[in-house]
Every structure is written in structure tokens, then in C-alpha cells.
């Protein structure tokens, strides 16, 4: 049977993971791989064709997002509405609702990326920074106050995992 989900480019097809949720509403082009307990929801769009797209072990991408020839480690929770172009998001690393990652760009282990933030062309964000801003600029976690862990636990841990096992009709 073919999935509708997804599509062959130059002979690349995507492969998911038995043990991923992918929704039925979501769109995957060429070299895409899903690894076991990520998610992916409806409107996402993850386009490996210049690139691949990968989407780590427990890693959640949110409504409407699209991930182009990126690659998202383990463990890592991508907003609502976020965009990503040829970039890469380390473990344990989340990128708000709305945020664009750029060419080149790489959000660093543990990072908070704040809802609406650009981070520009080649910007590296360090391991365990908050960014926010247009353009982004980042700010050591231990001087904000902001708990990243807490923040973790709620969003990007086993809870969206079990969230997409509730979505029975949402998945296939």
C-alpha cells in the first residue's frame, strides 16, 4: 500500500519508524528519516531534497512547522509554525511556536529558542542559551532564571509521546 504521507524524491524515499507518530496530515519529500517515539503533526512538512531531514529518537514537531534539509537530535521539541532551513538543533533543545532557524544555524544542547525568534544565516546558538529576538541573541540559561529543565518536562519529554498515543484517529 502506498503512504499518501509521503514522497520519493530523486530516488530517496522517507522511512519512519514503527514506533513514530506521524500524522496522516503531514507531508514528507525525499530523505527523511523519523526515529522511534518522535512525532509529527498535522500541516508538518519536512522536505529532505537539497539535504536530509532527520527527527531524532523521542523528537516532536509541532502543527505547521517545516523542517528543510535540517536536522533535529534526540529529544528535541520544535513549536507550532516554526520553519527550519538547512539547520541543526542539538539534544534537548527547543525551538518555540512561530521561530525561524536559517541556513547554517545550529541551536546548541539544552537551548531554549524563544516563540517568534530569527536566528540568522550561520549563527551559532551556545549549548544551554535562551535566544530571543529579531535578529536572536542568546543569553547564558544560568543568568536568565528561566528553569530549562521544568520547561523540558512539560513540552518536549515522554508527555507529547503519550499525547500522540491519545491521538488514536490523529496518526496512522
Known sequence: MVDSRTYEFEGERPTIDADASVSRDATLVGDVRIESEASVWPGVVLRGDIGPVRVGHQAHVGD????HAS??????MVGHG???????????????FN?????GATIGAGSVVA???VIPDEYDIPPESFA???????TPLEETGIDAE???????????????????????
Open 115 to 117: 516563540a517568534g525568534t
Open 150 to 172: 521544568a520547561i523540558f518536562e512539560e513540552f518536549a519529554s515522554g508527555e507529547y509521546t503519550n499525547l500522540a498515543g491519545r491521538h488514536e484517529d490523529l496518526f496512522e
Open 99 to 103: 521561530a525561524t532557524v536559517n541556513t
Open 82 to 96: 516554526a520553519v527550519l532551513n538547512e539547520a541543526t538543533v542539538e539534544e534537548r533543545a527547543l525551538v518555540g
Open 64 to 67: 505547521n512547522a517545516t523542517i
Open 71 to 76: 536536522t533535529l537530535e534526540e529529544r528535541v
Open 132 to 138: 530571543r529576538g529579531v535578529p536572536a541573541r542568546s
